[in-house]
């Protein structure tokens, strides 16, 4: 656990730029904070505190009422499959019950290994997609079991170090929301 | 017909980039508009007929009158791209293929507004429009788009990205004000309304995404144009998101007042194989479903009124007979539950007693009494809470009880839910 770096700190003084309020700055601050040690720690929020003029506690408030902060540590893959209506008339259901039979583990729960967590999320915005599944900043949408299997088989095999980025199997550029209208 | 406006440039290879998009007519609005006094622009705006796309549908040129004209103070826009309402997702689609089309908007209502500075509010989980919407600023910057004197007019903007971080109160206005303030996102007593005390206390006008991508067509082309499509208190086009069970999902540009029966069949390529539709929700989560039968009508703000239910934000949930009708209700209610901020006691309890009751039908058949007493916190719920997150929580289970009421008793005399135990999950 660490205090933000140089780096970080000058990013969230730029971004407080941008702004006629410093304050406007705290939620980007906070992914900067997320992105450096993969969650939000005690001590990043001590340090934004510091860099936007507001107090400890009231950093912490705001980090826990948004649900893209993690506090406490996750798996390094966070599998996040939307459980809302459209993706639920479509089989997110399915999806849910493959995940936890193969992972082993429950929603919202980290398997013993650290790779993956996972997640029921609610609308990704996704829904002409369904069933959808965030996994990093990827959209899988149209996602099968056989994907979801494909996609877990080449994240968990490979050593943690050759797979900085997620897999591209869907890119979601190739496919937008509900592909194409006529 | 279909994709008349803000559709218009999507097969165009590549129009997210600056060069493509003005080779294509991008832009050409900024000379007209931006020479235009402010008065005229929201005149223009008015006549057209324009609603708001973002849910509640107030007339755009309207809420741009409400901006005060003798303040010191700075004004401000701020485009609502948070789409968390559950069936919507064309502003996704708007905003990676053609974001230009959204700044040249946005330039244009920050004249007819008086704003020099404009953020654009996205959700956080889509980082695919934050980065490429981010690069078209980019691009608009270093080519004099934006910044001072756009393009010799005089006029300054300065707009920003502004990421969100997953919170669907925080598409209410008045809750993205506060996030956007670096709060929790919670939402403000209304009055002040936020075109008079909005982000910093200062004049602030909030709009979606699909309303302000309208804008420059309406400058380039009139407002008589724009009403050639829809009718007279729906005009123009509509993008239509339609998914669940049909098809073809996606998203659908069409004429306001397109039969909404076309959509599902023609566009969506009708309910999926083998099976016949049941009901649908027609304008996101937050509006009334409408079984079949009540289904043959416009597609536009007052047919849809009629029937009973809302155009909103135009996420088309398409249901077959295979639906169960207390597990719908049991998902939205499950959504809103997860989404309350907390600030209201309505609205915070409610949705988690709803909750309870829907998920105790679901899943081991609960009591009789049960149906009457989920309409009994539903009245204590509507119109009584802090903001319309409460309020519209309830739509699933009062127009599910209405027009499915047998269903929620067979929950009640199985024991719960014969599909759901059927299907393992
Ligand atoms: C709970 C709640 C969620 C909302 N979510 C959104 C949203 O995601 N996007 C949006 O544009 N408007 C949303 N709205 C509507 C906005 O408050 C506001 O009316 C709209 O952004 C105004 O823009 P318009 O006039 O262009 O439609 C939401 C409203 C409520 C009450
Ligand atoms: S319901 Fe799953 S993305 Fe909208």
């Known amino acids: 656990m660490a205090h933000l770096t140089a780096e970080s700190r000058q990013r969230i003084n730029d971004i ?150 997620p897999p591209q199997l869907v890119p979601f550029e190739d496919k937008p929301a509900g592909a194409k209208s006529t | 017909m279909a994709n008349e406006i803000v559709f218009s440039r999507n097969h165009i290879d590549n129009v997210k980039d600056l060069d493509v998009y003005v080779g294509n007519g991008g832009y050409s609005s900024l000379q007209k508009g931006l020479t235009m006094a402010p008065d005229e622009l929201i005149e223009l705006v008015k006549a057209s007929g324009l609603r708001g796309r973002g849910g509640a549908g107030f007339p755009t040129g309207m809420k741009w009158s409400f901006v005060p004209k003798d303040t010191s103070k700075p004004h401000y826009l701020v485009c609502n791209a948070d789409e968390s309402e559950p069936g919507t997702f064309k502003d996704r689609q708007l905003m990676e293929v053609n974001p230009h089309q959204l700044l040249e908007g946005m330039i244009l209502a920050c004249h007819a507004i008086g704003a020099k500075t404009g953020f654009i509010y996205i959700r956080g989980e889509f980082v695919g429009p934050i980065q490429i919407v981010s690069r078209a600023i980019e691009q608009a910057y270093a080519r004099g788009y934006l910044g001072k004197n756009i393009q010799g007019t005089g006029v300054d903007v300065d707009l920003a990205v502004h990421p969100g971080a997953g919170a669907y109160i925080w598409g209410e206005e008045s809750a993205l004000l506060n996030s956007l303030e670096g709060q929790r996102g919670l939402p403000r007593l209304k009055p002040p309304f936020p075109a008079v005390s909005g982000l910093y206390a200062s004049p602030t006008i909030i709009n979606n995404v699909e309303t302000l991508a309208n804008i420059s067509h309406i400058v380039n082309n009139g407002a008589d144009w724009f009403k050639q499509w829809g009718t007279e208190r729906s005009a123009g086009t509509k993008v239509v998101s339609i998914s669940g069970h049909v098809n073809r999902p996606g998203n659908y540009e069409v004429p306001l007042a397109t039969p909404m029966m076309t959509l599902i069949n023609e566009f969506a390529g009708g309910v999926r194989d083998g099976h016949k539709l049941k009901a649908v929700i027609p304008g996101g989560s937050s509006v009334p479903i409408l079984p079949a039968e009540k289904c043959d009508i416009n597609y536009d703000y007052e047919s849809i009124q009629a029937a009973g239910s809302m155009l909103g934000s135009a996420g088309m949930i398409v249901m077959d007979e295979t639906t169960c009708m207390v597990g719908v209700a049991r998902n939205l209610v499950h959504f809103y539950r997860h989404e309350s901020c907390g600030k209201c006691t309505p609205c915070r309890e409610g949705t988690d007693w709803m909750f309870k009751i829907l998920n105790e039908l679901e899943l081991t058949g609960g009591q009789m009494d049960d149906i009457d007493l989920l309409l009994d916190i539903t009245d204590n719920m509507d119109g009584k809470c802090f903001c319309p997150l409460g309020d519209t929580s309830i739509m699933s289970v009062v127009s599910g009880i209405e027009h499915w009421r047998h269903e929620f008793e067979e929950h009640v005399r199985n024991g719960g839910c014969q599909q759901r135990a059927q299907n393992g999950h």
């Open chain 1, 16 to 165: 407080a730029a941008r702004y006629p309020e410093k304050r406007s700055a705290l939620l980007p601050a906070l992914y900067v904070a997320q992105e450096q040690d993969g969650i939000v720690t005690d001590e990043a929020i001590i340090d934004i505190a510091e860099l936007l003029e507001a107090t400890p506690a009231y950093v912490k408030g705001v980090a826990s009422f948004y649900t893209m902060y993690y506090r406490y540590s996750v798996g390094k893959y966070i599998l996040q499959v939307c459980g809302t209506l459209s993706c639920e008339l479509c089989g997110s259901g399915q999806l849910v019950n493959h995940l936890e039979e193969r992972l082993g583990i429950k929603e919202g729960e980290t398997t013993p290994d650290g790779r993956f967590t996972f997640e029921t999320v609610e609308c990704l915005g996704a829904c002409g997609g369904a069933p959808v599944m965030l996994l990093g900043d990827k959209y899988y949408e149209k996602l099968t079991i056989k994907q979801l299997d494909a996609i877990i088989d080449d994240l968990r095999f490979k050593p943690a170090s050759d797979h900085p980025e």
